[in-house]
């Protein structure tokens, strides 16, 4: 059992949401219905897309802290101009996406430690954010509120979204040669140059693709919230990097699991629900997602290492 659950990592994460889902219904029995596991889930969308675009990032070694800033921003955009003058809304976004594979150039072309080049530029997302909404404010565009609460036969449409962005960002990741280099600048970026690819352009698209999930997740949260605020993302910053690592990813080598970090995400979705059901005080919910987090990833590092003493 042991070595079963070091050698497939995804199992932990599965198993994690599955005990904590299973608490939540026994706590309240209602949320067993389509209406109830919809609003368990309800902001796990762009939480799970948010953890697909650090996933990017923490793949080729680095790591993001303006991510949230970022989907603010991404918001703060898509309630106004996207909502007011689409083409404009839509070159913004292009344009951001942009801004984040040259963020990618950047940081590899003169060697800067990515965590301080993100935290500066959370700053300059953050203050773009508030010179388009100073105040909270702007409407979802109706496309994107219909998409967003759609209501599928059988499941929500959160558990379904979840599941077609696992299935996308797996066949990106894992299944196409392209995905492979990309986790290969991670695991050994000098083997890869050697190789004949581009590192410089790998690392771009890496960003560029952190970008392209970033902008979908603040549509998908302004499609839910209605409306947009400046700081409405600033805790995903943090969230999608707890995500990635619950999922089974590290910091180091590009090892990543684009279906564990969705589930990473829906568990920190589920336990934001299930500690609201233990009347937990707002204050305290922060630090108890973070005891969940340090128990699952002290789990997984027996089990590594009983894996290794057994081998």
Not at 104 to 118: C, K, Q, W
Not at 176 to 181: D, K, P, S
Not at 278 to 307: E, K, M, Y
């Amino acid at each position: 059992m042991t070595r079963l659950f070091a050698r497939h990592r995804i199992l932990l994460p599965i198993l994690s949401l599955a005990v904590l889902l299973a608490a939540t219904f026994y706590m309240q029995p209602r949320a067993m219905s389509y209406f109830g596991v919809n609003l368990l889930f309800n902001l796990a969308v762009p939480i799970a897309l948010a953890t697909v675009a650090q996933m990017m990032i923490i793949m080729v070694n680095d790591i993001d802290l303006s991510l949230g800033a970022f989907v603010s921003l991404v918001a703060c955009v898509t309630a106004t101009f996207l909502h007011d003058t689409p083409v404009l809304g839509v070159l913004i976004l292009a344009g951001l996406i942009a801004a984040y594979a040259g963020l990618g150039v950047l940081i590899h072309r003169f060697e800067l430690p990515a965590i301080v080049v993100t935290l500066g530029m959370s700053f300059v997302w953050g203050g773009l954010a508030l010179s388009i909404l100073p105040s909270p404010g702007g409407t979802a565009p109706p496309w994107i509120r219909s998409l967003m609460t759609v209501k599928p036969p059988l499941v929500p449409m959160a558990v379904v979204a979840a599941v077609l962005i696992a299935a996308v960002t797996h066949f990106l990741i894992i299944r196409t040669g392209i995905g492979t280099v990309l986790r290969g600048v991670g695991g050994n970026a000098a083997s890869v140059a050697r190789a004949g690819w581009p590192v410089l352009r790998l690392k771009a698209l890496a960003y560029a693709l952190a970008g392209l999930f970033g902008v979908l997740a603040g549509m998908a949260l302004v499609g839910l919230t209605t409306s947009a605020d400046a700081n409405i993302a600033l805790r995903y910053t943090l969230l999608s990097i707890a995500g990635v690592i619950l999922g089974g990813g590290e910091f180091i080598g590009g090892k990543v699991s684009p279906v564990g970090a969705v589930i990473g995400a829906l568990t920190l979705a589920l336990a934001a629900s299930f500690l609201s059901f233990l009347r937990l005080s707002p204050d305290w919910q922060i630090g108890a997602q973070g005891a969940i987090l340090i128990l699952v990833l002290t789990a997984r590092l027996i089990f590594t290492r009983r894996d290794g003493q057994e081998g």
